[in-house]
């Protein structure tokens, strides 16, 4: 119900700048671009390791974008597509990192290179087993927390968590843009959310060997 | 145990409202009456609430700058890639260029930044009689409607000497051709000269109103009239 009136809604807002965006208008591009450049880099920056990486890869996003617009006819989204290719970008860069680059990423390795001297390991924070995560997560320094537990849970779960929990796309949206059908996408959301709460909620010592074991 | 194991399954679902009422009515009810699983539940929620507060990553301050630039090099590498298949297409559509014989032609002076078009032919379509008699009103060159913002301005850096350029239009207005009739032929001022074809945009010539393949003498940093 909800479902289809925004997905007709965000087809008939794309209309007009799909059309533009082939015909090579500049502004219409520069709007994509605006639009898109923030959710993609923060999805790319999760799913990789590496900050600069991911900003790296969100340039030839765009450029692959830019490249394939010629033959988008709208079998899909906009939306839909160029989440395809990011996420199309990223796995061929894990698959590339697994290749080239075999040693070990140590848990403790920082994500975010804001915190540098605030390693924020669970077992230093005080769980009250009474607190909520939700609770918890209001206070800003746990938001490392969670950004740490996310960077913990492996792919295709934590891609999948992103684009259901963060971006908010609907499970045929994100079954679309991971090309897979509406039951993977239910089983990875079940498996993801699942890991990424007992992470949250263990205590420091188990929180890591679960993140050694995922 | 087992009823709550399947309710909890139906959790995620439930939480994504991806369920039917009948379902969500038996879901609610449960956990208004079972104490463990109203727990698990509130856990579920509050991780998805959790992650849902972390928001977006912030991005690097040159971000935008630096993909704008990339797709701009795109861009302009299909230009390019755009230019050097010119040749190819003047070899299939030059064919005969049927000019009309009788009265000189028509001319039209446009005066757009430095550029002037000064002469302009139409190709008559092989279909129709070729008439002496045939008065030039109903015929018209192509017409220089706009240079769009191409790569530079829209004078041609050629120091003192006006570059006079013969550009074949296609009936859709786009340039498919040129030559250099006077002015400097170095490999600078026909790239230049091309950047700028590249983004004219014709009306095409037309034959009682049908849009044919034409012709336009153009002088670019000067003034001419002829015709």
Known sequence: ?214 | MNGCDEMQAGFTEYLDGQLNGREMQEISAHLNACRDCAREWDTLRSTKMALAELGPVPEPQDLLLRIRVAVSQERARSRRKWAEGWTLVWKNTVGPFLLQASAGFASAVLLLGTVVVLVTMFAQPESAQASKDEPLGMATGPRLLYLSSGAGANDIETGSQPVVVEAYVNDEGEVYDYRILSGPTDAATRSEVENLLLFSVFEPAKFFGQPVRGLAVLSFSGVSVRG
């Open chain 1, 1 to 214: 119900m909800g479902n289809i009136a925004s997905a007709l809604a965000l087809r008939s807002e794309e209309a007009a700048p799909i059309a533009e965006l082939r015909s090579g208008s500049e502004e219409a591009f520069a709007w994509l671009i605006e639009r898109y450049h923030q959710p993609i880099y923060s999805l790319l920056a999760r799913t990789l390791q590496d900050r600069s990486e991911a900003a790296d890869l969100t340039q030839e996003v765009f450029v692959k974008v830019f490249r394939g617009i010629g033959g988008f006819h709208g079998e899909s989204s906009l939306r839909t597509w160029i989440y395809r290719i990011a996420l199309r970008e990223a796995s061929n860069q894990r698959r590339w990192w697994m290749r080239h680059k075999q040693q070990e990423v140590p848990i403790e390795q920082e994500i975010a290179a804001g915190h540098a001297g605030n390693r924020v390991v669970l077992g230093d924070t005080l769980v009250d087993p009474g607190e909520s995560p939700f609770e918890m997560a209001a206070h800003a320094e746990t938001k490392a927390r969670v950004e740490w537990a996310l960077n913990q849970v492996p792919e295709p779960y934590r891609t999948t968590l992103i684009l259901r929990d963060i971006e908010g796309f609907v499970y045929e949206e994100v079954a679309e843009m991971q090309g897979v059908n509406l039951g993977t996408v239910k089983s990875r959301l079940v498996r993801g959310r699942a890991m990424l709460k007992a992470l949250l909620t263990a205590p420091a010592a188990e929180a890591r060997s679960l993140a050694l074991a995922g």
